[in-house]
């Protein structure tokens, strides 16, 4: 595009913003799918892993631990490289869906665990001794309460996948930093080219952590209040409304 | 409506013929450790016991093992004419439910549900268990807040209430489901004295009302007044019970007499 000097890259970045968004688009897509599927799948893994059945609750401890026990990258080519020779075969993007949804039911599948073990004992013992069912226990006391504690790092590991999704690049996924390489490659110009992608990624990220960031300052509000009453504290605590 | 009443529920006695719960030869094992140990306990309907004993007696343990939070490991249970006989794992949770239905409790920490407020905490059970509708159970939650003397806090989370407060809350979602026998587990001890007396007067004024409750509490002067009967446990067991002046006064048993001194301070 230009001739390359040293310092270049800090003026011409803007100009490979374009050619870079369609690849902002893909990871945010598989964001989304590993995020959308995954912590659904992590919820059902959550719950399974308390479940008094044996098979069910082991089924669900091997896929979390296995699940957060190997690097997404190592999940990324065993299901695209590995399974290919047992005979299962998925493209390049399907790959990166699957190895992206089991990372992330995993880890929201620990996450939720165990905000739903930081919800007092007496919380369910409350339900039962109104003769409340197990499942309303569940629904009605517990969950509510847990989903508050496990929102805020729901919201970082939504992070996490994002920049996660920048390794699907090894399996010819065309995402931004897989179109950021190709173009690096072709022009000789990675400076420029990688400050366009860290630019993008940034635009995303930055925001998000700060929503993160305070959307657990707030939540932490109700934790702690939540905790007050359970060490009875006579002075009001503050106005809680929403979420 | 309201309860801040001043009858002495010992003028009206209740009619000891009409046994309500019978426990016989409960046991609670956790582990090694018997919590419970072979307790038998007959109460009337109206009648108020005060269950007394030094810290790890097994009070708590005895109060969860009547409405089930805990399973007994044997003996047998019966509230309403419902019987329970305990042996290995036995226990259906239709069999559960029936029994648990006729009982309230009131926690020392109250367990409030910090997600709801007031009047809903009061309300939710209602909706689920007895099916009734949005409306009548949040009515019948206001009625119960105004008997606890709480109706303007029906709309306050339990953060924004003092302890005492949450407390009659706490009381106040136990009675909304029209329990038979009310079970208090030192529902004053996590509060300043004179919180304390706000509660045991809400309690005192149930107990005028013919309220079958037995109350596990550490309040000599409450137990001396308003039961019928004290019931000392001392290491999971019954070893003494009788009319309040008779155990408080003259205890016939060494360790209810060393107790009694430990705490009243003589
Ligand atoms: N879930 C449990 N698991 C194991 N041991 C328990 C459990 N609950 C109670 N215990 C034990 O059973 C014994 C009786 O406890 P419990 O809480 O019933 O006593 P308590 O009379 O209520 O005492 P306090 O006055 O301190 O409340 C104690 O030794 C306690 O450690
Ligand atoms: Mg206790």
Redesign the interface.
Same mark, same amino acid.
């Given at each position: 595009m230009s001739t390359v000097t040293p310092l270049s890259w800090l003026w011409e970045w803007p100009h490979w913003v374009p050619t870079l968004l369609p690849g902002l688009g893909v990871a945010l897509l598989l964001t989304v799918i590993s995020c959308g599927i995954g912590y659904p799948l992590g919820f059902l893994l959550a719950l399974m892993t308390e479940a008094r059945s044996k098979p069910l609750k082991w089924t669900a401890l091997v896929l979390v631990e296995v699940g957060r026990g190997i690097p997404i990258l190592v999940l990324l080519f065993v299901v695209y490289q590995g399974l290919p020779s047992v005979g299962i075969l998925f493209d390049a993007l399907p790959s990166a869906c699957i190895a992206f949804v089991w990372s992330a039911a995993a880890y929201s599948a620990e996450m939720i665990r165990v905000s739903i073990g930081t919800v007092p004992r007496g919380q369910s013992d409350a339900s039962y001794a109104l003769s409340m069912s197990r499942f309303d226990t569940y629904r009605y006391i517990v969950l509510p309460q847990a989903a508050r504690i496990s929102i805020p790092p729901l919201v970082s590991l939504t992070i996490t996948m994002f920049h996660a999704t920048s390794l699907a690049s090894v399996i010819t996924v065309s995402e931004l930093m897989h179109i950021a390489y190709q173009q690096g490659a072709i022009y000789f110009n990675y400076m420029t080219v990688f400050t366009a992608a860290a630019v993008i990624y940034l635009v995303i990220t930055v925001p998000a952590a700060i929503f993160a960031d305070r959307l657990s300052k707030r939540l932490g509000g109700v934790t702690s209040v939540r905790q007050t009453a359970f060490r009875r504290r006579r002075t009001p605590a503050p106005i809680v409304t929403g979420i | 409506m309201s309860i801040h009443t001043e009858t002495s529920p010992t003028e009206t006695a209740p009619d000891v013929s009409n046994e309500f719960v019978r426990a016989e030869h409960l046991v609670k094992d956790f582990g090694q450790h018997r919590a419970v140990n072979d307790v038998s306990l007959s109460v009337a309907k109206g009648e108020v016991i005060a269950l007394i004993g030094p810290s790890g007696a097994g009070k708590s343990t005895l109060l969860r093992c009547l409405?089930l *939070?805990e399973t007994p490991s044997s003996g047998s249970l019966q509230i309403a004419g419902e019987r329970i006989v305990f042996e290995g794992d036995n226990l259906k949770r239709p069999q559960v439910?029936r029994l %648990?239905?006729h009982?309230?409790?009131v926690?020392q +920490?109250?367990? *409030?549900? &910090?997600?709801l407020t007031a009047a809903k905490n009061v309300a *939710?059970?209602q909706m689920?268990?007895l099916g009734r509708s949005k409306k009548e159970a949040m009515d019948r939650a206001l009625t119960q807040l105004d008997r606890v003397g709480l109706a303007s806090k029906a709309d306050a989370? &339990? +953060?924004?209430? +003092? $302890?005492g407060q949450?407390q009659r809350i706490g009381i106040a %979602?136990?009675l909304a489901?029209d329990p038979d026998l009310m079970l208090f587990d030192e529902p004053t001890s $996590? *509060?300043d004295p004179e919180v304390g007396a706000e509660i045991l007067a809400v309690m005192r004024a149930l107990a005028g009302e013919g309220t079958t409750m037995i109350i596990a509490t550490h309040e000599m002067e409450f137990a001396r007044h308003v039961s019928h009967r004290v019931v000392v446990m001392v290491e999971g067991a019954i070893i003494e019970e009788g009319a309040p002046e008779q155990v408080m006064s003259a205890p016939t048993h060494e360790r209810t007499q060393k107790f009694l001194s430990a705490v009243l301070g003589r």
């Open positions: - | 409405n *939070l439910l %648990r239905r009982t309230g409790m926690f +920490s109250f367990n *409030l549900f &910090p997600h *939710l059970a689920r268990v989370y &339990p +953060s924004q209430c +003092s $302890g949450q %979602r136990a489901m $996590g *509060l």
